[in-house]
């Protein structure tokens, strides 16, 4: 009884592998004849393995929403600075919203291009055709409206890009616009051509993803601006 | 990858500091839900975000941003148990009690439910419950552990053998009426 309360505080040690080599011996040597010690060293790494399966809990979600109520107001992060007077940096997302709208029309206009039954009966098939070629002008004209918008702002703020980003955007663009006039030249010389209108709107896809992409970048390269001397207040404080 | 959150964050870049909060908060939730109890886990929580949208321009890079945020996440929850204990003045909490012996031969404790391990957590003293959670749970070392709490190496063993010894206490099975068998 007494050499288990001189070993006892030992215990938790021992489980934790922390006792020198003549200390672990010592307590082993305990062990092997007294049960009601081994039991409790037993019971000790229990609760420490258990413990160690502790793991992450997901808060309530409303934490978050009153976190960000109580953060500095700013862009739609509400975590950082938020855009530099005088820049059109709500125009670039009001872009890249219209973008995804329109690659969404597309998707499904383009979708149902492509499902186009190839036998059909000469009447369903000139309706179908006609159908579908008033729902692909209509496509086209979204894209390419959006595509406009797009250059405008891209002309007002070309400082916005990387010179060697905004090359390599331009060269990109040029490539795409000649697959997209190849396709409509196609396109009008045999309007029920499946390929023309699968690559006409591959090409428009592919159009409508760099200029979203190039949006979003250059939303990104506003928002690392330095703020104006009337933004929130930078991070100070001790050092951890 | 860590420069490139933290940077993003402090340049406000769009969902940045969401994406760092959905990474990170359900580990430093579950720090401060077990420091400082399930009433003020969630003030707690937002305290320590709060914390780190301030403090964020301070990281270097010199450890992971996990480690980072659990280090600042720490100290936020141990900056509010000793404001508690000033308040409540309970400035001394350690475990002072004097166990009796395991009863019979052999271990008391079966396979232990993790719900019944968080529960029994809860009703441990905060400091006890403090070194267990940073030992045990978290996995620091003793000498992390005393460094945090500003104790010794000693201390920290000897609490957390104490909290190990309450928890098993704890999870004794109940008889049929409840009498810890």
Redesign the interface.
């Known amino acids: ?1 007494t050499r ?2 001189e070993l ?2 030992h ?3 021992y489980v934790d592998d ?1 006792l020198d080599p003549a200390e672990a011996a010592e307590v082993r040597t305990h062990l092997d004849t007294c ?6 060293v ?3 790494s ?3 393995s ?11 979600a ?3 929403t ?2 960000t109520s ?2 500095p107001r ?9 855009p530099a007077p005088g820049r059109p940096h709500w125009r670039w997302a009001a872009v890249a919203a219209t973008l995804v709208a329109t690659a969404g029309l597309a998707y499904i206009v383009g979708g149902r291009t492509a499902s186009t039954p190839p036998a059909a009966p000469a009447a369903a098939t000139t309706r179908a055709l006609d159908t579908i070629a008033s729902e692909l002008e209509l496509a086209v004209h979204h894209y390419e409206q959006a595509i406009r918008e797009f250059d405008t702002v891209a002309t007002a703020a070309d400082t916005e890009l990387a010179p060697d980003v905004a090359a390599s955007v331009r060269r990109s663009l040029r490539a795409l616009d000649t697959a997209i006039a190849e396709s409509r030249q196609a396109l009008e010389t045999d309007p029920a051509s499946e390929p023309a209108r699968i690559s006409l709107f591959e090409a428009l896809r592919r159009k409508i993803d760099l200029l979203q992409t190039t949006a979003l970048i250059v ?2 390269s506003q ?2 601006r330095p703020a104006e001397p009337a933004g929130p207040a ?4 001790r ?2 | 990858m860590d420069l490139t959150l933290a940077a ?11 994406e ?2 959905r990474l990170h ?3 430093l ?2 720090l401060a ?2 420091l400082v109890g399930p009433d003020e ?2 003030d707690m ?2 305290e320590i ?2 914390t780190v ?6 990281f270097r890079g010199e450890s992971s941003l996990s480690t ?1 945020l659990f ?2 996440g720490t ?1 936020v929850c141990l900056d509010h148990l000793r404001s508690r204990a000033m308040r409540t003045g309970r400035l001394n909490d350690a475990l002072d009690d004097e ?1 009796e ?9 079966g ?2 439910a ?1 719900l019944d ?2 529960r029994a957590l809860d009703a441990l003293p905060p400091r006890a419950r403090t070194v ?1 959670v940073l030992h ?2 978290e ?1 620091l070392e ?1 000498q992390d552990v005393a460094s945090l709490l500003g104790i010794s190496e000693g201390t920290s ?2 609490q ?2 104490k909290a ?2 309450r ?2 206490q704890q ?1 004794r099975p109940r008889t049929h009426d409840g009498v810890a068998s």
């Not at chain 1, 258990?50 to 309530?60: F, K, N, V």
């Open positions: 009884m288990c309360r006892e505080e215990l938790s040690l922390l049960p009601a010690c081994a039991g409790l037993t019971d000790l229990r609760i420490a258990t413990a160690r399966l502790l793991g992450p809990i997901a808060p309530p409303h934490v978050y009153a976190l109580q953060l700013t862009n739609s992060d509400t975590g950082g600075q938020g939303n990104e928002g690392s930078n991070a100070t404080g050092e951890l | 993003r964050c402090r340049d406000g870049a769009a969902g940045a500091f969401e760092l909060y908060a359900p580990r939730y579950g839900r077990r886990a969630d929580l937002q975000f709060l949208h301030r403090k964020l321009a301070l980072w280090r600042l100290n166990f012996d395991g009863a019979g031969a052999g271990p008391i404790l396979v232990i993790r391990l968080e267990f045990d749970v996995g003793h063993k000897s957390l053998h190990r010894m928890l098993r999870l």
